[in-house]
Every structure is written in structure tokens, then in C-alpha cells.
């Protein structure tokens, strides 16, 4: 695609840039900027890798104004975000693949109602009372359970689960064996025996959720589990049942949540994150890997620890917990000294 092509199609998504140097260069993928070619776009947005920029082989590249007359022997992309510009520039340069074809290896149930640019991969399976909306793609090995509704131009790859009267806005990308609307932990204790709870609830995702592989997302006991609008969630996370999580956050690998924890809007939490059951987190809130978060969090901030505690507490205990062994040798010699005193006197 020519540069100026792409400046184009940038400008038509509303973004502010300014193309210097040579339009019809002709970019046919992205890369790094250490690790270029002519065909190549590349991005440039932390100073430490100014060497690189000033060095690059890219045909092109995306940068903030600031850093322009740093950028030598290469056309630019002047843009104010270039990380974001960066990730429109990769969409149109690889563009998702769909099909409107079924497969006559698929089974689609007679009841199920699919719009016709609906692509169906070898070896899924749709039941009764299904819909899927216009543009989305069922992948190979797909599980689409009776009474489930989906709706346009979504993603749903390969061995993915959906179970029964789950709900997917628009565009909404599930990645490969993640379950959605699985049994959550539903157990009674009598008498020493697990009695098992049906779990009545259903699972359901609001528009332009995006959910990694092997997620599992519980349906919920009675009421649902929610997943609202904007939201990302990395592979290998488990939300369990009754769990809301609000709008436009983002959730890294091996977070778990238990049953019926809310988190607050535009939250991110890092990986290996865990939330103990039945407590309220704070919209804006924000989780350092490893974190514990054992009770309600009222006030938005970074925490981290276990349990979870404002960042600024946990470095400052951190620090102490380096120094332990020294305080311990301390301790020791001063309470030698005042033995050695009380028997002087």
C-alpha cells in the first residue's frame, strides 16, 4: 500500500497527521525500527531507543513532532499518539480474514438463525434457537449451545464454547478454547457431601470486548455474569460466576476473579492478580502484578501486595522487608548491650 494511501485512509478515521518525505512509498507490513527494510513501517515513542531511530532502515516511520528532527533518510507519519496510530496503520495493513461460507462439515441446526455473511469453519456446531448477526465468524471445532445469541462482525476461533443463552454484543473476538457461560463453583456441603447448584444465570458481553485464549467465564448462579463494553482480557484468566466487570477495562494473564466481585470501570490489573469473592473495586482502579485483593477498595488508585495496599504503602513496606535481616542483627546487639548493662548495675 502507498504511504500517502495510508495517510488517507488514516485522515478518513479522524486522525490528525502530517505525512513528510516521499507518498508513494510502498509499505507492505510494520516492523521494528531496529529491524527494518524499505517496505517496512516502524514507530518511534521512548527516547531510549533514539539510536535506533536515527539509524532505521524502515521506508517509513510514525512519530510524535517532538522527536521529527531526530528521524534521518526515511519519510514520516507526524502524529500526536503513535503507539495508537501504529495500531490502526497494522489493521489496515493486515486485515482480519473472513468468509460467508458454511462448511458442509459444520452442523447448523435448522432453528438457528444465521445472517448470511455468517462464515461457519469445518467441525463447529450450532444448536437451536441460535442467532448470529451479520459478518461474524464461527471458528473450526466451535460449540455455539442452543438459545445463544451473537451479534455482528464478531470473532468466535477455534474450539471456543459458548454455552446455552449466552449473550456477545458486536464485535466481540474470542480467542481459541476459551469457555464461555461454563457451570460456576456451585456446591452445598452436607454432611460432609458436595451437592452440586445448578447454575441458572447466563454470561453476557457487551460490544467490543476482545477475550484471550483458554479464558473461562463463568455463567452465573442466579443473576448474570457481565462483561460491559471496551473491555480486553488476556489469555488464561478466570472470571467466575456473578462477576461484573465494568466498561473499558483490561485484565492480564492468570488473573482470577471469585464469585461476584465488581470491578469499577476503566481498570486494569496485571497479571496473576486474584480477587477474593463478594467485594466492590473502585472505578479507575489499578493492580500491580501478584497483587491480593482480599476486600472492597472504595478509593481508585494503584495498589499492589498482598493483601492489596496503595502502591506507596507496599514500596515502602517492601523496603523494609529488605532491610529485616539487618534490623534483626541490630536488635540483637542492642539487646545484648542493655543485658551486659543491667548486670553492671
Known amino acids: 500500500m502507498k504511504l500517502r494511501n495510508i495517510v488517507n485512509q488514516l485522515q478518513q478515521l479522524g486522525v490528525k497527521v502530517e505525512l513528510i518525505g516521499l507518498g508513494e512509498v510502498d509499505i507492505q507490513n510494520v516492523s521494528s525500527l531496529n529491524n527494518s527494510c524499505a ?3 516502524s514507530f518511534f515513542k521512548d527516547k531510549k531507543y533514539l539510536s535506533y531511530l536515527e539509524e532505521t532502515s524502515a521506508g517509513a516511520v510514525i512519530l510524535a513532532p517532538t522527536y521529527q528532527t531526530f528521524c534521518h533518510h526515511t519519510s514520516m507519519l507526524v502524529v500526536e499518539d503513535p503507539y495508537y496510530v501504529y495500531a490502526l496503520v497494522a489493521q489496515l ?5 473472513n468468509t460467508d461460507q458454511k462448511h458442509p ?3 447448523i441446526d435448522d ?3 444465521l445472517a448470511k455473511s ?3 469453519m469445518a467441525q463447529a456446531v450450532i444448536q437451536s434457537g441460535v442467532i448470529i448477526k451479520e459478518g461474524t465468524l464461527i471458528g473450526a471445532g466451535a460449540i455455539i449451545e442452543k438459545g445463544v445469541t451473537i451479534g455482528k462482525d464478531c470473532r468466535i476461533l477455534s474450539n471456543v464454547v459458548i454455552s446455552h443463552d449466552c449473550i456477545l454484543g458486536d464485535n466481540v473476538t474470542v480467542e481459541a478454547g476459551a469457555v464461555i457461560g461454563g457451570d460456576g463453583f456451585g456446591w452445598a456441603n452436607h454432611e460432609g457431601v458436595w451437592v452440586k447448584i445448578p447454575q441458572l444465570g447466563r454470561v453476557i458481553i457487551g460490544d467490543d470486548v476482545s477475550i484471550g485464549n483458554n479464558v473461562c467465564i463463568d455463567r452465573g448462579a442466579i443473576e448474570d455474569t457481565i462483561i460491559e463494553n471496551n473491555c480486553i482480557i488476556d489469555n488464561m484468566v478466570h472470571i467466575a460466576h456473578n462477576v461484573k ?10 488473573t482470577g476473579f471469585a464469585g461476584s466481585t465488581t470491578l469499577g470501570k476503566n481498570c486494569t490489573v496485571a497479571g496473576q492478580v486474584g480477587f477474593s469473592g463478594h ?3 473502585a472505578d479507575n482502579t489499578h493492580f500491580l502484578a501478584k497483587a491480593g485483593a482480599t476486600h472492597s477498595i472504595s478509593k481508585s488508585g494503584v495498589y499492589s501486595g498482598f493483601p492489596a495496599i496503595p502502591v506507596s504503602e507496599w514500596q515502602k513496606n517492601s523496603v523494609r522487608a529488605r532491610n529485616l535481616d539487618k534490623m534483626a542483627k541490630q536488635i540483637k546487639a542492642l539487646q545484648k548491650q542493655i543485658d551486659e548493662l543491667v548486670e553492671q548495675y
Open 93 to 97: 495493513l493486515n486485515p482480519l480474514q
Open 118 to 120: 455468517v462464515g461457519v
Open 39 to 41: 517496505t517496512k513501517i
Open 245 to 254: 466487570i465494568g466498561q473499558g477495562s483490561a485484565i492480564a494473564g492468570q
Open 279 to 281: 467485594i466492590t473495586i
Open 105 to 107: 462439515d459444520a452442523s
Open 111 to 113: 432453528t438457528a438463525q
